[in-house]
């Protein structure tokens, strides 16, 4: 069984910053693909980047390039979204989730497990 739990969520300002983490608890595999989505109210989920465990090769919608980074701490078995220059419209409950592989899907079916996801509000 694979456990994800997210935080690091809340209200932040247009133009600031959040960092959310992602922390995996339970059954590993030899190679994972990390990645995070988000679902804002009336929406289907999104995929918003992902990076592969072991090489960490990164893949990041289009939407968030250059203002969202993520990364991986292969020691604490966390992966972490850095966003910043928040936009109203990054304002989504966001989702952690994984694969069991070494190939980046953006689909959201790609995926076998999920957290329970972290609020992300972004005021104008």
């Known amino acids: 069984q694979v456990q994800l739990a997210e935080s690091g969520g809340g209200l932040v300002q247009a133009g600031g910053s959040l960092r959310l983490s992602c922390a995996h608890s339970?059954?590993?595999?030899?190679?994972?693909?990390k990645g995070w989505f988000r679902q804002a109210p009336g929406k289907e989920r999104a995929f918003v980047a992902a990076i592969t465990w072991s090489g960490g090769r990164t893949s990041y919608a289009e939407s968030v390039k250059g203002r969202f980074t993520i990364s991986r701490d292969n020691a604490k078995n966390t992966v972490y979204l850095q966003m910043n220059n928040l936009k109203p419209e990054d304002t989504a409950v966001y989702y952690c989730a994984a694969r069991v592989g070494d190939i980046i899907w953006q689909g959201v079916d790609r995926y076998d497990y999920w957290g329970q996801g972290t609020q992300v509000t972004v005021s104008s």
């Open positions: 339970g059954r590993t595999f030899s190679s994972f693909v």
